[in-house]
């Protein structure tokens, strides 16, 4: 049985919700060990904000890249995943890149946006398909104002299907427009796969 994807408890753990709602896509409940939803959240929201208040600022990228390199090193029973970080000019969205190849082998990946100038946030795209990219975006919201039908919510009826989407040109600007990847030098997604 595959689980329902989840969302944000609270404004800051959208990469650990991101990384369990990527097991959940590419796992059954019964094939997900929980050593690996302790090591998600163990390795995640390892900023320090004001007044050393731990995860104010999220999850760094270093921390990303943590939890996937032990994630790909993890092997139970049937638990075996693939995992590659990218970062900078190697996130693109174009038809022979890297993201493109790892959601035609039936990955998902793990990109993230901004939503301001200083706000980024991760979500979780599942599909590129006429000019759109599909994503779960594990932030509950109901609508989002001004962006001219380039970013669109949808009802996930069943759980587990896509509840975003963004015109794929929008998506992929380096300006610092909300709902992009934003300026090259601080692009960064994680791709993941399942293993047989």
């Not at 050593?35 to 959240?41: C, D, N, P």
């Not at 092997?75 to 693939?82: D, E, L």
């Not at 979780?124 to 932030?139: G, L, Q």
């Amino acid at each position: 049985m595959y689980t329902p994807l989840q969302y944000q408890v609270s404004e800051y753990d959208c990469v650990p919700t991101a990384l369990i709602n990527a097991v959940s896509c590419l796992f059954k409940r019964k094939e997900v060990p929980p050593m690996v939803i302790r090591h998600i959240y163990l390795y995640c929201m390892d900023t320090v904000g004001r007044n050393a208040r731990f995860g104010i600022g999220g999850t760094s990228k270093y921390a990303v890249r943590l939890v996937g390199n032990w994630l790909e090193s993890y092997k139970f029973k049937t638990f075996s995943v693939r995992t590659v970080f990218l970062e900078k000019a190697a996130v693109r969205l174009d038809s022979d890149g890297p993201i493109q190849a790892c959601l035609d082998e039936g990955g998902v990946v793990l990109c993230n946006i901004r939503l301001t100038q200083k706000e980024e946030h991760y979500i979780m795209i599942t599909k590129i398909e006429d000019d759109w990219v599909y994503a779960f975006d594990s932030y509950f919201r109901t609508s989002v104002r001004g962006m001219k039908g380039h970013v669109r919510i949808l009802e996930s009826v069943d759980g587990r299907s896509p509840n975003l989407k963004i015109r794929l040109s929008w998506l992929d600007q380096p300006d610092c427009r909300r709902f992009c990847l934003g300026p090259l030098a601080q692009r960064e997604a994680l791709l993941m796969w399942r293993m047989t």
